[in-house]
């Protein structure tokens, strides 16, 4: 390959990546809602690009080219698989029309319409996390199957079902109406995040964060006076600038306080921050700019013993009483056990524990160990380590575990 060609690629890939849903939005208007031809004309026209640019160079407006490619694409396949008259009068309509796209200004950017049609409620939460990945974030289905570990059919029938169910439950390719946003909006957010702590659990699975915090990034420059939309982003932001330290050499899980901070990538954090400030100054408040601020007092600590265990708790009180759930009660319990003591703690833990609601969640059970450890019931605590150690989803956490029922033994 030579050095022009590589730079070409290159710079294909990161009009990919900026552009796909963009031309995928534009192309589901413009074909009347048929998602499977969208995407293959907005695939082939960057297949297109691949054989032609590195000849011809790249166009002035890239954007522009591609989309007009894939438009005339879908002209070409609607006019050979065309039986019907009304439909071929259809084609030779759009085909006398002037070509609208002569710069990248000129096509519409419809990714907004995109992301909600995306996750729309009558969609199960399964396809609207593939829907996204597969229309906004483009990546293949194999990629998508490998990331969520199912296989490739599997995850090739959840699209198609998806797909259909959008085409005939009549959902529109729309923002919504403003007296319904509130309603909706949160959707659109839980699936990003959900999408972003896919690849958060995982090391082997970054991309689905990358992907999750550009999603996040385009969704506020459309959305730019939501508050919400810059929490999540600053929550990820903050969450993944610590990444590199999470994992050792030996690929094994280092807990929040025994991070090598140093690792930690502070210009990233400083971002996350400015992000959240700046969301809470509009006093606003919702879930993700409060956990973003929770985030927040744990990066811009310098060492473990400077986080500002209080104020996370005061945080913790304020989210439970905006979004109240089990799992905000028991990180709320954590935080009191580091401001105040495990002995404080431990009577919110095992509340928790008597309700059953989340008897399945390792990370109850790990909680609770950690706080009896504390206290010096230790064969309580290895008893609740290694329930811990039944539940727990990745091979590391379970070594993790395991290390710790080891030391609790020794």
Known sequence: MTRVTAQVTDRIAGIYADGWSRIVATMIRFTGGDWDLAEECAQDAFARALQKWPVSGVPDQPLAWLTTTARHRAIDRIRRASTEAAKLREVAAMDLAPPPYRSDSDIPDERLELMFTCCHPSLGLDAQVALTLRSLAGMSTAEIARAFLVPERTMGQRLFR????????GIPFRVPPPHLLPDRLPAVLHVLYLVFNEGYGDVRRALLCQEAVRLARVLTALMPDEPETHGLLALMLLHDARRPARV????????LD??????WDQAQIAEGALICERALRQRRAG???LQAAIAACHATALVAAHTDWPQ?????TQLARIAPSVIVDL???VAIGMADGPEAALPLVDAIVETGQLDGYYLLHATRADLLRRVGRLSEAAESYRRA????PTDAERRFLRHRLELQAN
């Not at 050499?249 to 807990?255: K, Y």
């Not at 025994?258 to 690792?263: G, H, I, K, M, N």
């Open 162 to 169: 998806a797909k259909q169910k959008v085409a005939h439950a």
């Open 248 to 255: 050792d050499a030996a690929g094994e899980l280092v807990t």
């Open 258 to 263: 025994e991070q090598d901070r140093a690792l």
């Open 287 to 289: 879930p993700f700019q």
């Open 312 to 316: 996370i708790v005061g945080l913790y």
């Open 331 to 333: 990180n709320r319990a």
């Open 389 to 392: 150690l039944d539940l727990a």
